[in-house]
């Protein structure tokens, strides 16, 4: 009797017992390349174990399922859990969902747990593994050519994959690339990946470059470049042998980072500024070439302003010409002839005005000064172009009334005011009006609010039915986003770094709407996949993302109206082209 007592109790004790059910992680702050253990663990032997999407990260091993029973002093205690070892894919606070599971008929599931992925960090090796390890043979290095230039002075940054001759690799992929805030950035393009050998913490390495950029700081002071993160799948021996006596080689997987770089930036000197200096630095030559100078009425020349040598030709603006009144000058057309190897920006940059004479005459045009910062001497040089004549050979003479003075306008003429009615149709109202009680308009106002009963009821259906539709609202939001954002950037249009805000939401609400995706999934390849895949013209897609990526380029590079005029008229006819193929 007492034993069934026991056992009563025991079963009474189990009913009474508090279900627990929750998740543990080693950490909730981890560098980029570090493991993340988690731990689904209950006090119930729960069934159909349901685990979260893992959104952000990458399941390396688990689930491992573990049972542990234990009686002390009379009492049971049990556990049950499920692990999984997490790498992260990218930085940010990712969230982990809840897990479920099943138990006496009902559902039981986790909190969602936060976690904050920083930047790779560097991982001590463990002493006792005596396995060969990728943490000592495997490097991944940022070399800056320059890490305390002036403001426009050219530095590269070249990514170099240093490994050893103990292990091999069999891919990698990138986790985060480098951001280069505050720079204007051009890449070099690698056609092939080449395997060298050099030297590398006084010991031979197999080497592979990686990237090569080349950096123009565009202000002064501490500027940080993000670092490029990479997730490489090694092959590594053991010490163990097969029975042919062979080593035997384990496949591993190792992340590594370049670090952040920090680069201390000069403002270029305000001692012997010269007035009118645009930005150049670098090394120069500047001149200002008419097409001809003497010519007849009605006739056009050309003058081209032009400036070669090395420096940072894409960030700055030439002189403009001052030309008496009686020549007639049009915006210019500008032209680049530019090369962007390791040692920076070399080639040539123009701007060609079309000036037509209005009278007969000689007529001059002053000089032109350039200025550059030259970084060889450290100081400011300034270039002056010669007095241009231009002799006009026949047509009217110029009258006192248009005098020959310096301006860059067009001659205006001044409209003629001329007498102008102020109506020509009278109205007339009758004076002996009919009274409005008792009449239709009376009895149509009267009546109109019932008859309008229907359409209020059938208008909120409507509208309910609308505000259910979640999905459809949010691509309708996204639409509209796209429309806004196209004209804020139109508004822009004179303005070039707000353009290209809102020229690149612009496209990246558009996407939202056509592909439903938000922007954590707004990769390159991600993109043209999901594109292609709703046979969208691939001439097109490969437009749309070089668009895309060039928005973030040209906020930092110099753009005329035209080149701004252009890229919006194209972002307009990508976007109407991929409307109608998707």
Request: contains cysteine; glycine residues 6%.
């Amino acid at each position: 009797m007492k034993r069934y007592l026991i056992l009563l109790l025991i079963s009474f004790q189990g009913l009474l017992a508090q279900v627990q059910f929750e998740a543990r992680v080693s950490k909730t702050t981890l560098g980029l390349n570090e493991r993340l253990r988690i731990d689904f663990v209950m006090n119930i032997d729960g069934d159909n174990f349901v685990q979260p999407s893992f959104d952000g990260f990458r399941i390396i091993a688990g689930p491992s399922q573990q049972v542990s029973q234990s009686w002390i002093n009379g009492r049971s205690t049990f556990e049950k859990s499920y692990s999984y070892f997490l790498l992260p894919n990218q930085k940010g606070t990712l969230v982990i969902k809840q897990a479920a599971i099943e138990y006496n008929g009902q559902i039981y599931k986790t909190s969602p747990i936060k976690i904050n992925v920083t930047a790779a960090t560097e991982q001590p090796r463990d002493p006792n593994d005596s396995q060969v390890s990728a943490d000592d043979n495997l490097y991944l290095v940022a070399d800056i050519s320059n890490t305390n230039p002036y403001v426009n002075q050219p530095i590269t940054v070249v990514y170099k994959l240093y490994f050893s001759f103990n292990i091999g690799i069999t891919k990698w992929d990138e986790l985060g690339k480098p951001k280069y805030n505050d720079f204007w950035s051009q890449n070099i393009d690698i056609k092939q990946l080449v395997a060298e050998e050099g030297m590398f913490k006084g010991e031979r390495y197999r080497y592979v470059v990686l990237r090569k950029t080349v950096l123009y700081p565009q202000k002064s002071g501490k500027l940080v470049i993000e670092p490029l993160s990479l997730d490489i799948d090694v092959q590594l021996p053991t010490n163990r042998r097969d029975m042919f006596g062979r080593v035997i080689i384990t496949d591993g997987n190792k992340r590594v980072s370049a670090g952040a770089k920090t680069i201390y930036v000069k403002a270029l000197p305000e001692a012997g500024k010269p007035l009118d200096f645009s930005g150049a630095v670098g090394r120069f030559d500047f001149k200002a070439i008419p097409s001809k100078t003497m010519l007849k009425n009605g006739e056009s020349l050309d003058l081209v302003l032009s400036v070669t040598g090395t420096g940072n030709l894409k960030l700055f603006t030439l002189p403009k010409p001052e030309v008496p009144n009686a020549l007639e000058m049009y915006d210019a057309v500008h032209s680049e002839k530019i090369n962007t190897p390791l040692s920076g920006m070399n080639g040539k940059i123009s701007d060609s005005y079309t000036i037509i004479p209005q009278y007969k005459g000689d007529y001059v045009i002053k000089p032109m000064h350039f200025s550059y910062f030259d970084l060889g001497s450290g100081t400011y040089k300034t270039i002056s172009s010669s007095e241009i004549k231009i002799n006009v050979l026949d047509g009217p003479m110029q009258t006192a009334e248009a005098p020959a003075t310096a301006s860059t306008g067009k001659n205006k003429i001044t409209g003629v005011e001329q007498f102008k009615f102020i109506n020509l149709k009278t109205e007339l109202t009758a004076s002996n009006e009919p009274a409005f009680f008792g009449s239709n308009t009376f009895y149509t106002l009267l009546f109109l609010p019932f008859l309008m009963l229907p359409l209020i009821v059938l208008f909120k259906k409507k509208k309910e039915a609308i505000d259910g539709d979640v999905f459809g609202n949010r691509v309708k939001m996204n639409n509209k986003l796209v429309k806004k954002y196209l004209s804020e950037a139109k508004k822009q249009i004179s303005n070039k770094e707000p353009f290209y805000v809102a020229l690149e939401k612009a496209m990246h609400n558009f996407l939202k709407a056509k592909l439903h995706i938000e922007t954590s999934e707004m990769s390159k390849d991600n993109i043209q996949e999901l594109l292609l895949s709703k046979k969208a013209n691939p001439e097109v897609v490969n437009s749309f993302i070089a668009l895309t990526e060039n928005c973030e380029i040209a906020r930092y590079a110099p753009s005329s109206s035209a080149t701004i005029q252009h890229d919006f008229d194209k972002a307009v006819t990508i976007i109407s082209e991929l409307e109608k193929q998707i």
